[in-house]
């Protein structure tokens, strides 16, 4: 019987590996664990925790199940008659080439025109398919930056961003701050701080990175702030990475304004321009990971393809969306009802705050609220500070039982707003969410208002 | 008037993505006039991929036969929903709990794996990248023995930085790896101060078509903990094999033989893609006995996780047993047949092939073919000639690192019996010429007539560009003789 040959300690992991840039330690992550731990059921677990922290959409899944009871042929190995432009299961189960397989490409871009009203066209040549917006927006990063260089990028922002562009890549974030008082839309002077900051620590920047429509926000932006973005990125020679994974979830004027649009008018600007989308959020299909990088710089796009080998859509799952998304009628029907139902949660969603006394900001898309508890954090005297919304957060998390965002794991420059989603649960479920935030209203209400002693 | 911008980074910028290399541009030449059996007969046939073919009619049976597997179908609907929402990067856990049975399985239950080790990647492209992101830091190496299959200078270095070194293996012991040869490759790098921080095999090999033995095994798991560096295994091939010796896996070496060798240095990197014929499933597995790698690697699998539809399907087909017991075996029937058909079709033009038990290629020898010294340049003019002349994509060992030129893989487990037949055909008839060619010049030389042009000769050497040396294991010594046009 050999024994340990050695007592030596097995070398170190990676830089990489032992760093925390894997961004779990922060409270984004905090609440979900503590949603498993305790997760409600109306039945099992009335009083457990409601995640209300998951950007999913799970308000029109029926239509997808509709649709693939209705063509079983595109639900079988039915071959070439499917739509899904694959002969057979083994051709299928062969296909690996990077390019993707082409109807699923052609129906991405016509998919994608459709979410914009025929605005702007993509080219399927132009689209590479990544695993997921993760894998898309991690692969730009290495594409566009070196490590030290730097993202430039609005907050608040989605804080998956923090491990998605940095941990691997060796590139760094700085933040555009922007503040409620115009709506947190994104400013000249606070894009050209963002970069003076950057270059005055050394680094390069190397691009800006919008989302549009805005996560956390649940806003579009405004086309004369696109153009504001778009000058300024010519100005610095550098990049503008647009990740509009949720433009299919604009339910509310103003329509969306794509940089695909802008692009028509303003070509001299396009190898610059590389957009993101995905259908984890439009379709609900988080788990089927599918992601693209479409980009107008031909270099870009070359590069993409090679590193998407690293990330490839599985061929099964190709074939089955190419079926469905070549479907003309029912995608347009798809994106129709899915924002009607989108619409129709949102408004209820608000409405409830609103009558529990919580405001939101006005936001036009999406899957949650960009929900104002800075009142609750104030009447201390002093400015209210990070900690403070995290002490109220934890109370909305262990007391209340609502797993909520808080602003600050987004970046958000003012503590007190959180974001809230609205579509990954059944609308009873968000009605006892609504009722307890109401509760939890009356009872902080009555509290405060108490006769103070003197 | 604002420049363009600093196009791309160094690393997009540079061709770390090795399409570079011959091994691509024979693929290119194939896209350009792909062989069709029955439409374009005289196309270039594939023989540069190493697909699995053979026994994709059993899977489509399987899941005609299983239509619940499919969430898109009646059968499978009500787990649609729960399918296409769960992005846990955990994985389904019934797809976890499939995958690690099915590794015990496929090595014969010598080894047993634990379901909460197992952590997605975008293939096995993935997995190798993910292994290196976690394992060592950019500038320090893997040593990888050669030959190896191309892929790992993109999988490996493109994005994580890490280096790989050579440890070179030689025809004389039939390229197997020796404790000689690897402490040559370790003390090389140290004394030039690159870090070692792990070894990378393939077991069975890509491009030999061999299975590690167990004693080289032990040796590595002992040097691996002696030395504190990792040993990845890329086992992508286990359910390839096809003849003994039996495969024997690092997993099942660390758990008999090795006992004390330090289990957090031993990583595996698995796939469906080559046993099952299942590239675009993309299924990359990374397997490590490392807390703390399976942490990371999870965490990392964010960027490469695998369909949930995919995982479903796969769940339900790899806990089948009794199914899975079948395929291997018949899979591994059809594979033997096939290599057997394809090394007898080359040993009667005295060709011949490292003997293999694993894979879907053969290492053919045609050292003996080669043109003057045996050079990477000959080899590569040679490929060129199998290429363009006898249109067949084969890769050139040179791109696979092989420090002996005259060696090529050749794979036919991804093509009909005629095909190969085709391929056969055209290789005979090749090698006859080049034996005709070389006969006629030896009697021409033995006349006086040293010093030949091919020139004068276009119409045969403007087709198959004669060569000079005759092949080592049939015809006589080499003998300076004619020189190709070039």
Known sequence: ?454 | MAGKPELLSRMAAGDGHGENSSYFDGWKAYDENPFDLHHNRGGVIQMGLAENQLSLDLIEEWSKAHPEASICTAEGASQFKRIANFQDYHGLPEFRQAMAQFMGQVRGWKATFDPDRVVMSGGATGAQETLAFCLANPGEAFLVPTPYYPGFDRDCCWRSGIKLLPIECHSSNDFRLTKEALVTAYESARSSGTVVKGVLITNPSNPLGTTTDRATLAMLATFATEHRVHLICDEIYAGSVFAKPEFVSIAEVVERDVPGADRDLIHIAYSLSKDFGLPGFRVGIVYSFNDAVVACARKMSSFGLVSSQTQHFLAKMLGDEAFMAMFLRESAARLAARNERFTAGLREVGIGCLRSNAGLFSWMDLRGMLRGEKTAEAELELWRVIVRNVKLNVSPGTSFHCREPGWFRVCHANMDDETMEVALDRIRLFVRQHQHQKAKAQRWAAKGHLHLSLQRHAGIASQYHALSSPMAALLSPRSPLVHAAS
């Open chain 1, 1 to 454: 019987m050999v024994g340990k040959l050695l007592p030596a300690a097995s070398p170190a992991l990676s830089h990489v590996a032992t760093s925390g840039s894997h961004g779990e330690d922060s409270p984004y992550f905090a609440g979900w664990r503590a949603y498993d731990d305790d997760p409600y059921d109306a039945v099992s677990n009335p009083t457990g925790v409601i995640q209300m922290g998951l950007a999913e959409n799970q308000v029109s899944f029926d239509l997808l199940e509709g649709f693939l009871r209705e063509h079983p042929e595109a639900a079988g190995w039915g071959g070439a008659a499917a739509g899904s432009g694959v002969a057979s299961f083994r051709d299928n189960a062969l296909f690996q080439d990077y390019h993707g397989l082409k109807t699923f490409r052609k129906a991405m871009a016509s998919f994608m025109e459709k979410i914009r009203g025929g605005k702007a066209r993509f080219d399927p040549d132009r689209i590479v398919l990544t695993a997921g917006a993760t894998a898309a927006n991690e692969l730009l990063t290495f594409i566009l930056a070196n490590p030290g260089d730097v993202l430039l990028i609005p907050t608040p922002y989605y804080p998956g961003f923090d491990r998605d562009l940095r941990w691997r890549t060796g590139v760094n974030i700085v933040p555009v701050h922007c503040h409620s008082a115009n709506g947190f839309q994104v400013t000249v002077a606070a894009l050209e701080a963002a970069y003076e900051e950057a270059t005055a620590a050394g680094m390069r920047a190397a691009g800006v990175l919008l989302t549009n429509p805005s996560n956390p926000l649940g806003t579009t932006m405004e086309r004369s702030v696109l153009e504001d973005v778009l000058d300024f990125v010519v100005r610095k020679n550098i990049h503008l990475i647009s990740d509009e994974i949720y433009s299919g979830s604009v339910f509310a004027a103003p329509d969306l304004v794509s940089l695909a649009e802008l692009v028509v008018s303003r070509p001299d600007v396009a190898e610059r321009v590389h957009i993101v989308y995905s259908l984890s959020k439009d379709l609900g299909l988080p788990g089927f990971r599918v992601g693209v990088v479409y980009s107008y710089n031909d270099a870009v796009v070359t590069t993409a393809r090679r590193m998407s080998s690293f990330t490839l859509v599985s061929s099964q799952t190709q074939k089955t969306l190419a079926a469905m998304l070549s479907d003309d009628a029912f995608a347009l029907e798809y994106i129709r009802t899915n924002r009607e139902r989108l619409r129709a949660r949102h408004d209820h969603m608000v409405a409830g705050l609103a009558r529990a006394g919580v405001p939101c900001l006005g936001g036009n898309a999406g899957l949650f609220v960009w929900m104002d508890m800075r009142r609750l954090l104030q009447g201390r005297g002093d400015e209210a500070t990070v900690a403070d919304e995290l002490r109220l957060w934890d109370l909305m998390l262990h007391e209340v039982k609502l797993n909520i965002s808080p602003g600050s794991s987004c970046h958000c420059s003012e503590p007190g707003w959180f974001r809230v989603c609205f579509a990954n649960m059944s609308l009873d479920t968000l009605d006892v969410a609504l009722a307890r935030m109401g509760s939890f209203m009356d009872r902080w209400n009555k509290a405060t208002t108490q006769p103070k002693e003197h």
